[in-house]
T-cell receptor, first 114, second 113 residues
Framework: DQQVKQNSPSLSVQEGRISILNCDYTNSMFDYFLWYKKYPAEGPTFLISISSIKDKNEDGRFTVFLNKSAKHLSLHIVPSQPGDSAVYFC?????????????FGKGTKLSVKP | ETGVTQSPTHLIKTRGQQVTLRCSSQ?????VSWYQQALGQGPQFIFQ???????GRGNFPPRFSGLQFPNYSSELNVNALELDDSALYLC???FGQGSYGYTFGSGTRLTVV
């Protein structure tokens, strides 16, 4: 059973528009959430994070929203650029497991068309 | 500052063999975590090393073991390889246990035939 779910395997967006990537989780003990971006043949790169005590965190073109009651978070990219095309992973921690244990979703492949 | 370096980049092994994967952590980082990413899946936590000791472990059998050296580099060893061990193995370094400021390497692609 997956504790972190990214139900959309892929998303295609026009350059300049907003990209919204979604993530759902099942474990209410999670207290920290992160988004990573991964290009082919490279390791995941940290993008943005949010603590469970907040509902929004913004960094430039990237904003993460957290809805704890719905156990849902989303990543907004505005405006989307072709260089944003990559696989985006949602990750969570704080389930009482091992230190440094991040639980990842399966990822969403974002394609930004020029 | 150098990033996380993993070697080799690709590897093919036969079922039943043993394999050692290596990771050099980013300068200034003292914690190393290993993840397994199977095709179409997200990375799955194997274990973490801090101050040369295993600091936490995911749901992996004992044939997955590791080491961390005084210079904070690390090895992942897998014994008695199975076909399902075929995956991308990612190493991530960070400063301090419990930190999520991971820097990931590009990974080692292991194929077991």
């Amino acid at each position: 059973d997956q504790q972190v779910k990214q139900n959309s395997p892929s998303l295609s967006v026009q350059e300049g528009r907003i990209s919204i990537l979604n993530c759902d989780y099942t474990n209410s003990m999670f207290d920290y959430f992160l988004w990573y971006k991964k290009y082919p043949a490279e390791g995941p790169t940290f993008l943005i994070s949010i603590s469970s005590i907040k509902d929004k965190n913004e960094d430039g073109r990237f904003t993460v929203f957290l809805n704890k009651s719905a156990k849902h978070l989303s990543l907004h990219i505005v405006p989307s650029q072709p260089g944003d095309s990559a696989v985006y992973f949602c990750a969570a921690s704080g389930d009482g497991g091992s230190q440094g244990n991040l639980i990842f979703g399966k990822g969403t492949k974002l394609s930004v068309k020029p | 500052e150098t990033g996380v370096t993993q070697s080799p980049t690709h590897l093919i092994k036969t079922r039943g063999q043993q394999v050692t994967l290596r990771c050099s952590s980013q300068s200034g980082h003292n914690t190393v975590s290993w993840y397994q990413q199977a095709l179409g899946q997200g990375p799955q936590f194997i274990f973490q090393y801090y101050r040369e000791e295993e600091n936490g472990r995911g749901n992996f059998p004992p044939r997955f073991s590791g080491l961390q050296f005084p210079n904070y580099s690390s090895e992942l060893n897998v014994n008695a390889l199975e076909l399902d061990d075929s995956a991308l193995y990612l190493c991530a370094s960070s400063f301090g246990q419990g930190s999520y400021g991971y820097t990931f390497g590009s990974g080692t692609r292991l194929t077991v035939v």
